[in-house]
């Protein structure tokens, strides 16, 4: 009578262990957005292949929206829960009350080509052109815009057309629909390839303009601490890994495989990897981030100050972790 109590006993809480632990597993799971794919994204590749997600006891879905604002509006909607996006998407989005935050940084300033059609030789040429855009008011298109400025356009000089992400404006290009657009490898090189032409780099115009981050919003994070400093630790691996010369066959290898580039363009990026610190989010890019939003809508608020921006306590965390 004994044992059939205590086996019992043991049963009970065997089964309360399972029930406690459905909930748990399924919060586990962290669904990524990501706007287009390019060398910005090989940690994450590496992060996905290397399954340094999984040895952090979390796993990502990823989400690929080709459209900067549909993700925007799906991670502000609980849509996903964690958006690789644009520092000036984040900056608006909280203007207008949400509680984005940016946590970490996912790339240095902007390297994107001002790629043009054969027959552009300079920026007078393209006057009364359509120039392919993710969207006409924010990511890199307020780059553009401030760019076309300083060279002496106005509104209604030139047409933003919306396009969607890189491959999207890739295709635009290509097949004759616009006439430039600003894109990153391995899109750029490979129009260059087919005798396209271009007008310099945003990394020429503005050095020092903050670049890609990843998002979350303050309620979920809160929520879900331990799991966003998992997500963290994940892509901290993938840095550190990635940065590792001795990896070089293999990361270009997980390059390859997920998008067409040339494996001569792959060594180089390595290269310049390796070369280069950790991307990181300052107050000082992000300040100049929070002026091209101010200049694109004409705002008479007040400018918030970074930290109304950014949270960088659950990346700190994790380094502190290991």
């Not at 006891?57 to 925007?72: D, F, N």
Request: hydrophobic share 45%; proline share 2%.
């Amino acid at each position: 009578m004994l044992l059939q109590r205590s086996l019992a006993f043991f049963r009970a809480c065997f089964e309360r262990s399972l029930a406690a632990a459905a909930p748990q597993s399924q919060s586990q799971t962290v669904r990524l957005a990501i706007i287009s794919e390019g060398v910005n994204t090989w940690p994450l590749y590496v992060a996905q292949e290397k399954k340094l997600f999984l040895k952090e006891g979390i796993a990502v879905e990823v989400t690929l929206t080709r459209s900067s604002v549909k993700q925007l509006d799906a991670l502000k909607s609980d849509g996903f829960d964690i958006g690789f996006q644009q520092c000036d998407h984040v900056v608006r989005a909280v203007e207008e009350g949400s509680d984005l935050f940016m946590f970490m940084a996912l790339a240095h300033a902007p390297e994107l080509s001002l790629v043009v059609a054969s027959g552009i030789r300079s920026f007078a040429d393209l006057k009364g052109k359509e120039i392919a855009v993710d969207g006409a008011r924010s990511g890199y298109a307020l780059l553009l815009r401030r760019l076309l400025a300083e060279k002496g356009f106005k509104n209604g000089d030139y047409v933003f057309r919306e396009i969607g992400g890189s491959r999207e404006r890739y295709e635009a290009l290509k097949s004759g629909t616009c006439t430039a657009s600003l894109l990153n490898a391995p899109f750029d090189r490979n129009l260059f390839a087919a005798g396209f032409g271009s007008l310099g780099t945003t990394t020429d115009y503005f050095p020092t303009y903050t670049g890609s981050i990843a998002a979350a919003r303050r309620g979920w994070a809160r929520q879900n601490e331990a799991v966003l400093v998992a997500f963290i630790r994940g892509m901290n691996a993938a840095f550190a890994w990635l940065n590792d010369l001795s990896h070089k066959s293999e990361a270009i290898a997980i390059l390859l495989a997920r998008l067409d580039v040339d494996a001569a363009v792959a060594s180089k990026a390595f290269d310049q990897i390796v070369q280069r610190p950790r991307p990181e989010i300052r107050e000082e890019g992000l300040r100049q981030v929070i002026d091209v939003v101010w200049d694109a809508e004409g705002l008479a608020l007040l400018k918030g100050e970074p930290e109304k921006y950014m949270d960088l306590t659950y990346f700190q965390r994790a380094a502190r972790q290991g």
